[in-house]
């Protein structure tokens, strides 16, 4: 197949832009990337690593395979200097919709005017950032998923006035990275399968929160219901996804509709005020780094 692109940068390179960046230069293309704190790409890359063998989870890209691929990425202090001559850049700072429309204006003056400038928000519609970037017909969202974990699909949506050939330049990047595209065909607050999932957040949060249910039965539940006993349930990803990262994208939702059932639950902020963010901090519904849903006797009998 035929890049779509040839040379791309990632602006922020937490959880989700260090794997992008290596999803990128793993297959071939030749990545820029910038973050505000200087050393986040090394670190995030370390960490990946070291998270991912502690789970025994198989990486996506295999591990033997990481410093070829970092050799291709090339790591700068400007942002300018990042996106000089690039024709991608896809932005994944924290979910924050002033700031992600500061980096879209920012970029729409910066990068070349050819370029696509695409987010990896979880729940932002471009349509609430392309005005910022001066080049609508040029934004679309690409929303990747922890693709080294084995999750290797991307939500694809455009905005207001996405060119059809911008749509068709995001779905064959995320199929030319070894990730399957969910095309959204018009704007949906969610996209695809993450509309899906943040049902299922918001249904065990109420049941959690308002102590129906015992917690660690809901995963087990998933765990045998998927078929998928090596993979955690709904509180397990919660965690590794970060719960200040969840509590952000529900308040998106929240501040979207207005309806009171969509506003995350008060003991899941409390946690996060406590400092149990999951994985990142070793606590959060489990503890890290032996959750108990790894734990062989964790299946074998309910609360
Ligand atoms: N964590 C997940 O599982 C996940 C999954 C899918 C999508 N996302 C989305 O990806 C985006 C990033 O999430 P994350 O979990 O990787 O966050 P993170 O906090 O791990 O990383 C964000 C990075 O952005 C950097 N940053 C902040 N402001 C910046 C700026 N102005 N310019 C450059 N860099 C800046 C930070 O230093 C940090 O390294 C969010 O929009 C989130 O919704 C996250």
Redesign the pocket.
């Known amino acids: 197949m035929a890049k779509p692109f040839q040379r791309v940068a990632v602006?922020?390179?937490?959880?989700?832009?260090?794997?992008i960046a290596l999803l990128a230069a793993n297959a071939g293309y030749s990545v820029n990337v910038?973050?505000?704190?200087p050393k986040?790409?090394d670190q995030?890359i370390q960490k990946l690593q070291s998270d991912l063998k502690a789970k025994q989870v198989a990486p996506f890209i295999a591990f033997d395979q990481w410093d070829a691929c970092k050799r291709q990425i090339q790591q700068f202090e400007k942002?300018d200097a990042a996106v000089k001559g690039v024709d991608l850049v896809i932005?994944?700072?924290?979910?924050?919709l002033e700031?992600?429309q500061?980096?879209f204006r920012?970029l729409g003056e910066i990068a070349p005017p050819e370029a696509v400038l695409a987010?990896?928000?979880?729940?932002?519609p471009v349509s609430r950032l392309e005005k910022s970037s001066g080049r609508p017909e040029r934004c679309l969202n690409l929303?990747?998923?922890?693709a080294l974990q084995g999750m290797n699909i991307a939500d694809v949506m455009g905005g207001t006035r996405t060119l059809p050939e911008v749509m068709e330049k995001g779905i064959n990047w995320v199929r030319s990275l070894g990730c399957i595209p969910l095309t959204v065909k018009k704007e949906l607050l969610g996209f695809c399968f993450?509309r899906v999932w943040r049902a299922v957040k918001r249904e065990v949060l109420y049941m959690w929160a308002n102590d129906f249910v015992d917690f660690r039965d809901v995963d087990r539940a998933w765990m045998k219901f998927t078929g998928r006993e090596d993979r955690p349930g709904p509180f397990g990803l919660m965690d590794?996804?970060?719960l200040d990262?969840i509590y952000?994208?529900e308040m998106v939702y929240y501040r979207n509709s207005k309806d009171p059932k969509d506003h995350p639950p008060e003991a899941l902020k409390q946690k996060i005020e406590s400092g149990e963010l999951g994985v990142?901090t070793g606590r959060g519904f489990y503890s890290y780094p032996d959750p108990e849903y790894l734990q062989d006797d964790f299946l074998k009998a309910g609360n």
């Open positions: 602006v922020g390179t937490g959880t989700l832009g260090a794997q910038f973050d505000q704190q986040a790409f995030m942002i932005e994944a700072v924290p979910e924050n700031l992600k500061e980096v920012q987010t990896n928000s979880s729940s932002i929303h990747f998923y922890m993450n590794n996804v970060g990262v952000d994208i990142k």
